[in-house]
Every structure is written in structure tokens, then in C-alpha cells.
């Protein structure tokens, strides 16, 4: 009968296994000095996305094809009040930032200057 070797009874040199999280994904660990394992995760990603040049291609959008805001927030599937506060400040939330992919432009695109 063998009894599992616990990190604080691990050696220093010893490689610790890969640790995994929900989906499979493996994350890196790292053992202290008092041997006990420690997750390290990466830094999470912003909720929100800015870019000034991203509302320069929209209105450039609106312009071109004779859209009104009301439309296109409605093409997006967003209200209009949240199209006006991202064409004032600049800022958006991830995901309604990639939902205006419907212009025809990756996000990628839309954030590279015309």
C-alpha cells in the first residue's frame, strides 16, 4: 500500500504536475518555500475596450452607407443610448464591441487607422 506524497513533503528538485482548471486548460504552479503549491494565473483581460479610432470608423460607417444611429444601434443589437456613450467616450464593453463585426469589419479592423 503506497500513501500520496503530499507538496509539502515533496523534495525541492521535484517537478510538480500541471494543474488544470475547468475545460481542461492547464495553468502554471509554482512550489514556495514551505512547499506548498500556488497557482499562478494569468492577468485577467479588460471587460471594456477604448478606442478613439474605432468611433472615427463608425461614424465613417454611418456617413457612408446614410444610417442613423437608431438603425445601426439596432444592426448591433444594442440600445441607442450605449451607441451614444461609445461614440462620446470612446469606451465599450467587450462584447458589444464585437457585435459590431456587423459592419463588415473584424474588430482587428476596426481598431487599425483607416
Do not use: C, W, Y
Given at each position: 500500500?503506497?500513501?500520496?506524497?503530499?507538496?509539502?513533503?515533496?523534495?525541492?528538485?521535484?517537478?510538480?504536475?500541471?494543474?488544470?482548471?475547468?475545460g481542461g486548460q492547464s495553468i502554471a504552479t509554482q512550489e514556495s518555500d514551505l512547499g506548498t503549491r500556488a497557482v499562478i494565473r494569468a492577468p485577467r483581460?479588460?471587460?471594456?475596450?477604448?478606442?478613439?479610432?474605432?468611433?472615427?470608423r463608425v461614424d465613417a460607417y454611418l456617413r457612408e452607407n446614410a444610417i442613423g444611429l437608431t438603425a445601426f444601434a439596432?444592426?448591433?443589437r444594442m440600445a441607442d443610448r450605449t451607441l451614444r456613450n461609445f461614440?462620446?467616450?470612446?469606451?465599450?464593453?467587450?462584447?458589444?464591441?464585437?457585435?459590431?463585426?456587423?459592419?463588415?469589419?473584424?474588430?482587428?479592423e476596426l481598431m487599425r487607422p483607416k
Open positions: 500500500m503506497s500513501i500520496p506524497v503530499q507538496a509539502s513533503q515533496q523534495d525541492e528538485g521535484t517537478a510538480l504536475p500541471p494543474a488544470t482548471i475547468a483581460s479588460a471587460g471594456t475596450v477604448s478606442s478613439r479610432e474605432a468611433v472615427n439596432t444592426k448591433v461614440r462620446r467616450t470612446g469606451k465599450i464593453r467587450r462584447d458589444l464591441f464585437h457585435a459590431i463585426k456587423a459592419m463588415g469589419l473584424t474588430p482587428e
